[in-house]
């Protein structure tokens, strides 16, 4: 019976206990914390309910009200978007595990408010991934980016403006979705992605189908930053609460990327876009000038957010360069790339909630130190950076490796140059900042006999941070391993069923 409803209890679960968080907020705002662990732990469960039942068993359909489609709405989980389940859902909990101290520091006064916003932008995320209905994903779309606006804005300094920034331009991206459905459903009468993937091939000579795929891939790199629309990403991502970025930043480009994905190669078939029109050129352009773009200006940060939101804005640029190199391996490495990139930002975006936290700032020259007196926290960091910068045995270089695999096959070297050089550039990032967290902190207490005072007699006072942040980031930098080691496995059961046949 679970087993039979997983499918919308993935949905259902953070939905009504988003509704339910007031009040569980009014009898005693503490109890918001656990309430939305536990709401988020169930939402993994079910999350991995469905991915076993697909893998054994095949795709997923689930018909609410009983309303078949194309007349109802439906939700259909294949190996793509159930993999994507216990990305979101997962992410998700491990995130709502590491949130308590650091809310309490920087949100003390609005501890309901976020616990409420947080379980709706799960939600949203979910709801994007898991319907087969191109109106219901933009209503999923709304409730995720309206959610992530008010939790940006309740950030640092700078944050209305930039949260103001990024609901102009979402809701520009969002318009453009929505123009999209509109021509389909002119041109069909049908809002179910199956039923569309149907139809619309006898439609692909009409203009009016032509203009709503455009629109449909320009709203959706809008909203997964591609550059040069990445511009709401860097100040959206910095000045939000710690936990907003840990939570929204690995996951809603990764999800854009997922709608791609359903775009191209389920709403309409891969034939349009690989031979009917220039795709493979326009997004692998795109796609490497992203790479460089991204890479150099992170080089320039000296912000460890800021510097992160553009590796964040490179990485974007690997999986839509990889879906215009149009083969196999080099799909199969994107999908892995989503995969490892989510695990990878969460990551950084951990440690960076970890260093805001103890120094409250989040500049390079904060983490002078660091490494002396937050060993664990920069095991982890170190872990995942070298899963960015693309060492063995780390999951990030194995999907690097598939694209690199992709771009031969497909004779494009100017794509894997574009990789490699950002890989140095990553090394060179890296490495900045283990200077100054540990050569720095040497350096300093060898010629003047101490470091900055921070109360405790000229010595610093910062340590570790608290077990609840701690343990969720050691677990993301096992992830980061146990997916390098196991990345065969993921792709013969999950992966190679995930792409589109070419």
């Avoid at 979402?170 to 139809?199: K, P, Q």
């Avoid at 969460?346 to 002078?368: E, N, P």
Wanted: with cysteine; hydrophobic share 55%; charged share 10%.
């Amino acid at each position: 019976m679970i087993s039979e409803q997983a499918t919308i209890l993935v949905v259902i679960i953070p939905l009504m206990s988003a509704l339910i968080t007031p009040l569980v907020g009014w009898v005693k705002r503490e109890l918001c914390y656990p309430w939305a662990m536990f709401a988020l732990f169930l939402s993994t469960v079910c999350s991995c309910i469905v991915l076993h039942t697909v893998i054994t068993t095949g795709p997923v359909h689930y018909y609410l009200g009983s309303w078949l489609p194309p007349w109802g709405i439906e939700y259909v989980v294949d190996h793509l978007n159930a993999m994507m389940l216990v990305l979101v859902s997962g992410t998700a909990f491990l995130v709502s595990l590491y949130s308590l101290r650091s809310v309490e520091l920087e949100l003390p006064d609005r501890f309901v408010m976020f616990y409420t916003l947080f379980l709706l932008q799960v939600t949203g995320f979910l709801g994007i991934v898991i319907t087969g209905d191109v109106f219901n994903l933009y209503v999923f779309l709304e409730i995720a980016s309206l959610a992530g606006y008010a939790l940006i804005a309740v950030g640092e300094e700078g944050a209305p403006l930039a949260s103001f920034r990024y609901i102009i331009l979402g809701t520009i991206g969002a318009c453009f979705y929505l123009l999209g459905v509109g021509y389909i459903y002119m041109v069909t009468g049908s809002l179910n992605m199956a039923d569309l993937s149907e139809i619309l091939p006898r439609l692909y000579g009409s203009r009016v189908v032509l203009v709503a795929f455009a629109f449909f891939m320009v709203g959706i790199a809008l909203k997964m930053a591609l550059f040069p629309l990445h511009v709401w990403l860097p100040d959206a991502y910095t000045k939000a609460p710690s936990v907003a970025s840990a939570l929204i930043a690995p996951l809603m480009t990764k999800i854009a990327i997922y709608v791609m994905f359903r775009i191209m190669f389920t709403i309409f078939r891969p034939y349009l876009s690989f031979e009917l029109l220039p795709m493979p050129q326009i997004m692998l352009f795109m796609g490497i000038i992203a790479i460089f773009a991204g890479a150099i200006m992170a080089l320039a940060q000296t912000d460890l957010k800021r510097m992160l939101c553009y590796i964040v804005i490179a990485e974007v640029g690997y999986m839509v360069g990889g879906v215009g190199l149009a083969n196999s391996v080099a799909l199969q490495g994107v999908v892995l790339h989503i995969l490892n990139d989510v695990v990878m930002t969460l990551g950084l975006f951990c440690v960076a909630g970890i260093i805001t936290y103890q120094m409250r700032r989040h500049d390079l020259a904060s983490f002078k130190g660091v490494f002396v007196n937050m060993p664990l926290t920069m095991v982890a960091f170190l872990t995942v950076a070298l899963s960015v910068i693309g060492v063995p045995p780390t999951c990030g270089f194995f999907s690097k490796w598939y694209l690199i695999q992709g771009a031969v096959m497909a004779g494009n070297y100017l794509f894997v140059f574009a990789l490699l050089f950002s890989s140095l550039i990553n090394v060179v990032l890296f490495f900045r900042i283990i200077e100054i967290g540990y050569y720095s902190f040497e350096s300093d207490d060898a010629g003047h006999g101490h470091v900055e005072s921070h109360g405790n007699g000229g010595r610093m006072l910062f340590r570790e941070a608290p077990l609840t942040m701690i343990i969720p980031t050691l677990i993301v930098a096992a992830i980061v391993l146990l997916v390098g080691f196991y990345n065969q496995s993921i792709i013969a059961n999950l992966i190679q069923f995930a792409i589109p046949q070419l």
